[in-house]
């Protein structure tokens, strides 16, 4: 029997195999063939440390000295563009962000291809990074295996508590462990109930990317992540390409996520209008879910009803800058270890909040 058993080999599975192996013996399960397939692996890999609502700063800024001892993050820069008619949704990012408003021609020095005379107004952060994500995913995943296993194609079929722990048939095979996390991305709902657990209530939305060419004559490598204020559309330089997103968050079921035709012109449309260059040539696209609880935070730690189910749930796009702080959190409180975060925080990541 292992100590540990995960079900998910995303971000939020793979770190809380690594951090918890040093604990025990971890299986953790994924049911597709390759770690990192649904969500993890469409990421757009961003580090932004004042992104995202009071709890989840807190884990990314918990999670920085990790990336940085481990030379995992590339500097990018962040810049909020508005066009007219835009100026709440603006006042709003630069206050939550923090940001440094600059005038137009400034954000057109660092991205040439901007039309100052429609993006009339720019705020800037010179602290946001890119994630080498695979990198990040690689490393958690070698941690597991020094003490544990990881099992691919192994969809959880059943689920049942016993005396001394879980067992849990996945692919045809049984597993057994004292502990299960719950890191199923937007599958944990589903899981929780397979277990006989409570559901949190989790949502999973949509979010497209398309890959598209960059503009003639332009190199974007040195370019920043540009954002639409109110976070209306995004774009984000990819090894000599565009990444761009219309930001969609539409409600769905869990599902191997594609990215829908019109919601990517609309994203590409919002581009164009705050540029000289129109967009020439589509590469490729996707989407993914991104997962979130009621209240929009992470659910990390035990289920109330039952302290040997973890839930590692609810990362909403912020799987990748959270998971080393969130990881460090769940192996800590099975532990009996103080978590280095507050106790105000631990309480808005705590499952049992929805009880």
């Not at 709440?88 to 039309?115: C, H, N, Q, W, Y």
């Not at 059943?158 to 937007?186: C, D, F, H, P, Q």
Request: with cysteine.
């Amino acid at each position: 029997m292992d100590d540990f058993l995960i079900i998910g080999g995303g971000i939020a599975g793979a770190s809380a195999g690594a951090r918890l192996s040093a604990l025990g013996r971890v299986t953790l399960l994924e049911a597709e063939t390759v770690l990192g397939y649904h969500a993890t692996g469409r990421s757009a890999a961003m580090f932004e440390p004042n992104y995202g609502l009071a709890p989840t700063v807190a884990l990314t800024r918990a999670s920085a000295g990790f990336f940085d001892t481990a030379k995992l993050l590339t500097p990018r820069g962040l810049v909020i563009l508005a066009g007219p008619g835009e100026d709440a949704a603006f006042e709003t990012d630069k206050a939550t962000m923090d940001l440094t408003e600059i005038s137009p021609g400034e954000a057109r020095d660092r991205i040439p291809v901007l039309d100052p005379t429609r993006s009339i107004r720019a705020a800037w952060h010179a602290e946001a990074w890119d994630i080498d994500t695979d990198r990040v995913l690689q490393g958690f995943a070698q941690e597991i295996r020094r003490n544990g296993q990881i099992v691919t194609r192994a969809r959880a079929e059943s689920i049942r508590r016993t005396a001394s722990g879980w067992e849990v048939v996945a692919g045809g095979t049984t597993y057994r462990a004292k502990m299960l996390v719950n890191a199923a991305g937007a599958w944990a709902d589903a899981i929780a109930r397979l277990a006989g657990i409570t559901p949190l209530g989790l949502t999973p939305k949509r979010r497209s990317i398309a890959c598209v060419a960059a503009p003639d004559g332009h190199d974007p490598h040195p370019w920043p992540m540009a954002i639409g204020a109110g976070e209306t559309w995004y774009m984000k330089p990819d090894g000599g390409a565009l990444l761009i997103s219309p930001a969609d968050a539409e409600p769905c079921q869990p599902h191997d996520a594609w990215a829908d035709d019109m919601v990517l012109a609309r994203g590409i449309a919002d581009w164009e209008a705050h540029v000289t260059t129109p967009v020439t040539r589509m590469i490729s696209n996707w989407a993914g879910l991104r997962t979130f609880s009621p209240d929009g935070n992470l659910a990390i730690g035990p289920a109330p009803e039952d302290p040997s189910f973890l839930w590692s749930a609810g990362q909403g796009g912020y799987g990748f800058q959270t998971a080393p702080a969130a990881s460090r959190l769940l192996a800590d409180l099975v532990a009996g270890i103080e978590p280095q975060l507050t106790p105000d925080s631990i309480a808005a990541l705590d499952p049992a909040r929805y009880r």
